[in-house]
């Protein structure tokens, strides 16, 4: 597929979305009265980004993301796509804060669908879908030399250890429970808590609670080791990313030419993502395989069902997050607290007009859609691991040493120690 099939239909939605947008905000109840004397400061709300600003951002990536396929397809150069991952972490890192990112998208899509009333930018649905759309054309690029939370994680690469593939295998699962269950924290209108726990938000804006500064700073320490460990075992767009770029119609290719079975770029790449030949023992034991491969298929079903069971039965308590039902849960098992003045969260609730009856009301509407969304939750979390289950025996025949679509993060590690040249 050329480049210039793209660049067309997106700069068309560029400009058929380029409206100017208008921000409402209120404040949802009336400013509670403290029998303290406690007074609320004044609130400053800084100025909104400039819309062209936002539009400007939106461009800036599809820049990277076009010049990055083009190096990566035709170039084939490590050291242009590690520039290109500097520019990137200085730009959306540094210099945006790590906002707008790709990463933290999906919750907003979610929530635009389950709320009317949340109405989700043009550049934030442009962040969401333009890695999607290069990932099926082009793998992972985005996390090649686009994202800022892989390029600081690539920077710190040092002396990369490698990992067991069962285990690699094993936690790779995690991205698509952390997706499903940002999925349900953001229909519900909880939390969006792929932002909120953002290991590296803090250094991108040099200031952050505590604990995120700890997980940074641990990932990043944990990534001079085990390359990228937030990339491979955390990220839930990288999730997504993974099962688009499994279909990806020109993907990165280690060698331009006949591979030579030198095993260099096994040694290469530090994220376990080059898939070796088939061993012909392998291939004679399919019938075997095949046999495991529909016993692990037919409980499938299975799978989903308990995952719905166990996590729906959890409802209650992954309820608790929302700030709605934690206070009722609050109030109604310990009362007491109502008398308790350095309680903030408990007195601005009884200076506001909602009474307790109202409150453990809407609570219990909370609690019931999470009692559904959970259900769909742990289906898919079972439908994920069964889908896990049966490709350990899906057996694909291969002669060379080809770059795994799905783990390929794009870094071109492996061209550059490719001794076979164009």
Not at 339 to 355: C, K
Not at 361 to 378: H, K, L, P
Request: glycine share 6%; hydrophobic share 45%.
């Amino acid at each position: 597929m050329k480049l210039t099939s793209i660049i067309l239909p997106l700069l068309l939605f560029l400009l058929a979305t380029a409206i100017p947008e208008e921000t409402f905000s209120q404040q949802r109840f009336p400013a509670p009265e403290f029998e303290s004397g406690y007074e609320l400061p004044d609130v400053i709300t800084p100025e909104p980004r400039a819309l062209a600003l936002e539009y400007g951002d939106v461009i800036v990536l599809l820049l990277f993301l076009l010049v990055t396929s083009w190096v990566v397809i035709k170039k084939r150069s490590r050291q242009w796509i590690l520039w290109m991952s500097v520019g990137a972490l200085l730009y959306f890192g540094f210099w945006r804060n790590g906002c707008i990112c790709p990463v933290g998208s999906p919750q907003n899509m979610v929530l635009s669908l389950s709320d009317p009333s949340y109405a989700v930018s043009y550049t934030v649905i442009a962040f969401f879908i333009l890695p999607l759309i290069f990932s099926l054309s082009f793998g992972r690029v985005f996390c090649g030399s686009a994202c800022p939370l892989g390029a600081i994680q690539d920077l710190v690469i040092v002396r990369p250890v490698s990992v067991p593939v069962w285990i690699q295998k094993s936690l790779g699962m995690f991205p698509f429970v952390y997706l499903a269950l940002a999925v349900l924290y953001a229909a519900t209108g909880t939390d969006f808590i792929i932002c909120r726990y953002d290991p590296f938000v803090g250094i991108f804006r040099m200031g952050a609670e505590f604990h995120l500064i700890v997980l940074g700073i641990s990932f990043l320490l944990t990534g001079m080791f085990v390359a990228r460990p937030y990339c491979r075992f955390v990220c839930p767009y990288g999730a997504l990313l993974k099962v688009t770029s499994i279909f990806s119609k020109r993907h990165l290719s280690i060698t331009p030419n006949q591979c030579i079975q030198c095993k260099l770029c096994t040694d290469s790449c530090p994220f376990g993502a080059i898939d070796k030949p088939t061993p012909d023992k392998l291939v004679h034991d399919i019938k075997g395989r095949t046999g495991r491969f529909m016993l692990y298929a037919a409980i499938i079903p299975l799978l989903m069902l308990i995952g719905g069971l166990a996590l729906s039965s959890s409802h209650v308590f992954l309820a608790k997050a929302h700030p709605d039902v934690y206070l009722a849960h609050l109030l109604i098992d310990n009362p007491e607290v109502m008398d308790d003045l350095n309680n903030l969260d408990v007195q601005t609730f009884l200076g506001s007009d909602r009474t307790i009856d109202e409150l453990v009301e809407s609570a219990g509407e909370i609690q019931a859609s999470f009692y559904t969304g959970a259900w769909f939750t742990g289906v898919f979390i079972g439908l994920v691991a069964g889908l896990f289950l049966i490709s350990q025996y899906i057996v694909r025949r291969r002669t060379d040493y080809e770059p795994n679509r799905g783990d390929c993060y794009s870094c071109g590690r492996c061209m550059k120690y490719c001794p076979v040249q164009k």
